[in-house]
């Protein structure tokens, strides 16, 4: 999680942290930008999800935009997604703070999952090493 999303969090912190189902996704935009001299684009999606309603309520459907290169690809319709919710039930976003569709979550694991690999592999190498 980048720092930014961290404080989109703490600014929401009395927003309802909840599992939400996933419904659709579509793209909506491609942003462009101009940074030291090196260039860059990145897709904007809109996400669509129903949220359970307050109190054991009807479930409410909400739409949120969110940069594609935060949230983890492959997400499938009718699974449960983490969401932060305002307490009107009216906005929504990804909680990035959990690995199930935080991008970067994901990639951190992949490395430290490599990489614990790649050490127990070496260390049983060194140990069976002729003499």
Same mark, same amino acid.
């Given at each position: 999680?980048?720092?930014?999303?961290?404080?989109?969090?703490s600014?929401?912190?009395?927003?309802?942290?909840?599992?939400?189902?996933f419904?659709d996704?579509?793209?909506?935009?491609?942003?462009?930008?101009?940074?030291?001299?090196?260039?860059?684009?990145y897709?904007?999606?809109?996400?669509?999800?129903?949220?359970?309603?307050?109190?054991?309520?009807?479930?409410?459907?909400?739409?949120?935009?969110?940069?594609?290169?935060?949230?983890?690809?492959g997400?499938?319709?009718?699974?449960?997604v983490?969401?932060?919710?305002?307490?009107?039930?009216?906005?929504?976003?990804?909680?990035?703070?959990?690995?199930?569709?935080?991008? @970067?979550?994901? %990639?951190? /694991?992949?490395? +430290?999952? *490599?990489?614990?690999?790649? @050490?127990?592999? %070496?260390? /049983?190498?060194? +140990?069976? *090493?002729?003499?």
């Open positions: 999680m980048h720092w930014f999303d961290g404080f989109r969090l600014v929401r912190r009395r927003w309802d942290r909840v599992d939400a189902t419904v996704s579509r793209y909506d935009a491609l942003k462009l930008y101009d940074s030291d001299g090196s260039s860059g684009s897709q904007i999606y809109e996400y669509m999800v129903d949220v359970p309603g307050r109190d054991g309520g009807s479930p409410v459907r909400l739409t949120f935009k969110e940069k594609s290169y935060k949230v983890r690809n997400l499938k319709r009718g699974t449960a983490p969401v932060v919710v305002n307490a009107k039930r009216t906005k929504a976003m990804f909680n990035l703070a959990d690995p199930r569709v935080d991008q @970067d979550g994901l %990639f951190q /694991a992949q490395q +430290r999952e *490599r990489k614990e690999h790649d @050490d127990a592999r %070496f260390e /049983a190498l060194r +140990r069976d *090493r002729p003499q």
